[in-house]
């Protein structure tokens, strides 16, 4: 590998390098992945831009890495075979919107799938497997309720990684924590400003992203084992002007280049943990709550009024997932028949299921619901829900049978378990209304 510190940024044009057209939106424009390296490389990376139609900079960072390398990538990285999708919502990019023409936000979307566009690629990753996944977004600085205080977020980017406890980690913490710091340092080496991504709710809760399973980072890792990544780069204000703008678009370029550079440093980490398989009886999280922990979190903020950065304490902080919820995995979910939203649902994960033989007798247990305590918001699963598990012999007449021995599988619990946070029970659509003194539909298969 070249021994420079940093990856040249040259202004080329990527139309001559392998491209191809693997879906299109839902107004037929098409969805381009361009890739770089030699294609028997043994590291994959899967770069998604531009999921948010109205963020234009992380679009024109990943161009930038193509531009930039061109023919000269397998000299900085000949390890590694990159599939870069350069927009992954030109719809909502042609009227500048964050979703798409139906008005579907595509970051909220890889549970459910409703739209062409995280449908295509869901697609694309089982086809091409990629090892690590780099999800780029742009974010807003100026939030509403720290501008009461007088406060902005200025860091040029935040950085995350999978946090649903129900993931099989292909990366365990320790190397998680050194990924980061070692993107840290190199991004603070050339002038960028990098954090984990954090939030700062109205309440003055702080916490770092969320463990629910619609977004990409965690949808994607949960359902094939590939480490998915966020990369936010700032939005640069007007008064920044033209140097704020390509500010910015350095910073994820040159983001992208470490992440890449880490990644090859390390690629045992992934090369060596493929698919998890999980088997009868594994123990699955499917709750979990934010713990607090005992020191504030101290961030860095700009005065919106002196422009000088002060370091703010935020005492509510609650960095930790304490598991509520295990379940151990029956051999299979059976999913009545109709009940055609939810098995369309998987069907578009790619789950593998089959009909039962109607002349044998299943040992099942089902659900019978005692009581719930609905959440106030709309979407969310049941704040508390108490049930009884009943066993029975039962031919599944009118159930179609997903088990859980395939790639992923443990996926399932996460969506069809009545106590799962994120199950697809919580929305209406579903027809899986969780009600006192009824049965919950889908059927364990022991």
């Keep these: 590998m070249n021994n420079s510190n940093t990856i040249p940024e040259y202004?080329?044009?990527?139309?001559?390098?392998?491209?191809?057209?693997?879906?299109f939106s839902g107004k037929r424009r098409p969805l381009t992945v361009v890739y770089l390296g030699h294609p028997d490389s043994p590291l994959r990376i899967f770069i998604i831009a531009g999921q948010h139609g109205d963020e234009k900079y992380g679009r024109k960072a990943v161009i930038r890495l193509i531009t930039s390398l061109g023919?000269?990538?397998?000299?900085?990285?000949?390890?590694?075979?990159?599939?870069?999708?350069?927009?992954?919502?030109?719809?909502?990019?042609?009227?500048?919107?964050?979703?798409?023409?139906?008005?579907?936000d595509l970051n909220r979307d890889h549970q459910r799938l409703d739209s062409d566009e995280?449908?295509?690629?869901?697609?694309?990753?089982?086809?091409?497997?990629?090892?690590?996944i780099i999800d780029v977004h742009n974010y807003p600085s100026r939030r509403r309720h720290l501008l009461a205080k007088n406060l902005?977020?200025?860091?040029?980017?935040?950085?995350?990684?999978?946090?649903?406890?129900?993931?099989?980690?292909?990366?365990?913490?320790?190397?998680?924590?050194?990924?980061?710091?070692?993107?840290?340092?190199?991004?603070?080496?050339?002038?960028?400003?990098?954090?984990?991504?954090?939030?700062?709710?109205?309440?003055?809760?702080?916490?770092?992203?969320?463990?629910?399973?619609?977004?990409?980072?965690n949808s994607l890792s949960l359902r094939y084992n590939t480490f998915t990544v966020l990369l936010e780069g700032r939005n640069p204000t007007r008064e920044e002007g033209k140097a704020g703008r390509e500010h910015i678009i350095s910073a994820q370029y040159q983001a992208l280049c470490a992440i890449l550079k880490w990644v090859q440093e390390h690629q045992d980490l992934f090369t060596d943990s493929r698919k998890y398989v999980p088997t009868e009886k594994d123990k699955i999280a499917i709750r979990s709550k934010y713990r607090r922990a005992d020191q504030p979190f101290r961030m860095s903020l700009k005065n919106s009024i002196t422009k000088m950065t002060d370091v703010v304490a935020f005492p509510n902080y609650t960095p930790y997932l304490e598991i509520t919820k295990y379940i151990e995995l029956p051999s299979a979910y059976a999913?009545?028949?109709?009940?055609?939203?939810?098995?369309?649902?998987?069907?578009?994960?790619?789950?593998?299921?089959?009909?039962?033989?109607?002349?044998?007798?299943?040992?099942?247990?089902?659900?019978?619901?005692q009581s719930v305590k609905p959440s106030t918001r709309?979407?969310?699963?049941?704040?508390?829900?108490?049930?009884?598990?009943?066993?029975?012999?039962?031919?599944?007449?009118n159930f179609i049978i997903f088990p859980i021995n395939q790639e992923g599988g443990h996926s399932l619990a996460v969506f069809l378990?009545?106590?799962?946070?994120y199950g697809l029970?919580?929305?209406?659509?579903?027809?899986?209304?969780?009600?006192?003194?009824?049965?919950?539909?889908i059927l364990r298969v022991l």
């Design 11 to 23: 202004n080329g044009n990527y139309n001559s390098c392998e491209h191809e057209t693997i879906g």
């Design 71 to 104: 023919n000269s990538f397998n000299s900085y990285f000949p390890s590694v075979r990159v599939a870069i999708l350069l927009d992954a919502n030109p719809d909502g990019s042609f009227r500048k919107s964050r979703t798409n023409e139906s008005g579907i």
């Design 118 to 132: 995280t449908l295509t690629i869901h697609h694309f990753v089982r086809a091409w497997r990629p090892h690590l």
């Design 152 to 217: 902005v977020i200025n860091h040029d980017l935040f950085i995350d990684f999978p946090t649903n406890p129900a993931i099989s980690h292909s990366v365990d913490d320790t190397p998680k924590n050194e990924f980061l710091k070692t993107i840290q340092s190199d991004l603070k080496s050339l002038d960028f400003i990098c954090e984990r991504y954090t939030i700062v709710k109205p309440s003055g809760r702080v916490r770092h992203s969320t463990p629910d399973v619609i977004d990409a980072r």
């Design 335 to 369: 999913v009545p028949l109709d009940k055609t939203k939810v098995i369309e649902i998987l069907r578009r994960h790619g789950f593998l299921s089959q009909f039962p033989n109607h002349s044998k007798v299943e040992r099942v247990e089902y659900y019978i619901i």
């Design 378 to 397: 709309e979407n969310r699963s049941p704040r508390k829900i108490l049930i009884l598990v009943k066993t029975e012999q039962k031919r599944l007449h």
């Design 417 to 421: 378990e009545p106590e799962s946070k």
């Design 425 to 441: 029970h919580r929305y209406n659509n579903m027809n899986l209304s969780i009600m006192p003194n009824t049965h919950y539909p």
